[in-house]
T-cell receptor, first 118, second 112 residues
Framework: GAVVSQHPSWVICKSGTSVKIECRSLDFQATTMFWYRQFPKQSLMLMATSNEGSKATYEQGVEKDKFLINHASLTLSTLTVTSAHPEDSSFYIC??????????????FGQGTRLTVV | QKEVEQNSGPLSVPEGAIASLNCTYSDRGSQSFFWYRQYSGKSPELIMFIYSNGDKEDGRFTAQLNKASQYVSLLIRDSQPSDSATYLCAVGSDTGRRALTFGSGTRLQVQP
């Protein structure tokens, strides 16, 4: 199956600093990538849809100025958590779908990034 | 009303038994259906996908789809303790430019 690589796998940062998370599709071009957040024992929550070459589409309630998404190439999307606070501590996961047709579109997930803000 | 519904569980089965996981969805236009397994602290991994009505078998796993009833299930035969995880049902529609819609997951516990 297709491979999506996410980096870093874990990060600890101080409150008020910014953290960048990278998501790469290693063996396919992903025009669309998705960013999720998952709190302990809860389900995946879609944060935003990242579109190559255009602005990301954010889900309701997600602050676009706090969670900056850049999708500069067909293989890389980045999520920057700006001015992080302890309540931003969570498991962040990216995914990519390989094609634009429904039958090409299993979502492949990155390994996830465990963010802890202290 | 949630778009994809799953029983949160936990579903507890003895080792060697068949585990049956169920999922219903609300969007009749849905075209693709997926089962993911997620271990605690890890990201989801794809187990199976199904597009057409009926059964699809892959090793110990069988996915079943009934579009008329808007129902998807996953059967795990000869359940093993290593199958203990949360199983996420996901539904896709129209194009790959939209995220899959995930259920909240069913936690499966296989008792040795």
């Amino acid at each position: 199956g297709a491979v999506v690589s996410q980096h870093p796998s874990w990060v600890i940062c101080k409150s008020g600093t910014s953290v960048k998370i990278e998501c790469r599709s290693l063996d396919f071009q992903a025009t669309t990538m998705f960013w999720y957040r998952q709190f302990p024992k809860q389900s995946l929550m879609l944060m935003a849809t990242s579109n190559e070459g255009s602005k990301a589409t954010y889900e309701q309630g997600v602050e676009k100025d706090k969670f900056l998404i850049n999708h500069a190439s067909l293989t890389l999307s980045t999520l920057t958590v700006t001015s992080a606070h302890p309540e931003d501590s969570s498991f962040y996961i990216c995914s990519a779908r390989q094609g634009s047709r429904p039958r090409d579109t299993e979502a492949f997930f990155g390994q996830g990034t465990r963010l802890t803000v202290v | 009303q949630k778009e994809v519904e799953q029983n949160s569980g936990p579903l507890s089965v003895p080792e060697g038994a068949i585990a049956s996981l169920n999922c219903t969805y609300s969007d009749r236009g849905s075209q693709s259906f997926f089962w993911y397994r997620q271990y605690s602290g890890k990201s989801p991994e794809l187990i199976m996908f199904i597009y057409s009505n009926g059964d699809k078998e892959d090793g110990r796993f069988t996915a079943q789809l009934n579009k008329a009833s808007q129902y998807v299930s996953l059967l795990i035969r000869d359940s093993q303790p290593s199958d203990s995880a949360t199983y996420l049902c996901a539904v896709g529609s129209d194009t790959g430019r939209r995220a899959l819609t995930f259920g909240s997951g069913t936690r499966l516990q296989v008792q040795p």
